[in-house]
């Protein structure tokens, strides 16, 4: 669960973050000069046929529906932590990396125990 949060929240930085902030929009030398040196890179490396085509892998069924837990969802936060650092975002997560420990608890209903009653 922990590392399908993650790779949730990586994945929408990036689908909410680049592409509205960024795709097809003039940036004057003004803006460009203030912006952060991780922005500038962003903007001149990200284009939109990239996002598209990373956001196709992450939704390829060799990423197995990122069921937690499972292989496709490792691969998945894998994937997005290390095109964050290669797009030169700073980590934030549990020692100095992209991801952070989530505790997962899982209830279930003990189906003989059960009932539902309606109309009385």
Do not use: H
């Amino acid at each position: 669960m922990r590392r399908f949060l993650t790779a949730l929240v990586l994945a929408s930085l990036l689908v909410t973050t680049l592409p509205a902030t960024y795709a097809q929009r003039a940036v004057d030398k003004s803006k460009k000069a203030a912006a952060s040196v991780t922005a500038q890179r962003g903007i001149e490396t990200i284009s939109a046929n990239q996002i598209r085509d990373y956001l196709m892998f992450i939704a390829s069924d060799e990423m197995e529906g990122r069921d937690t837990p499972s292989r496709g969802l490792d691969t998945t936060a894998k994937f997005l932590a290390m095109n964050l650092a290669r797009w030169g975002f700073k980590p934030a997560g549990d020692e100095g990396s992209f991801f952070q420990r989530i505790d997962l608890q899982r209830n279930r209903a003990d189906g003989g125990q059960t009932k539902v009653e309606y109309g009385g």
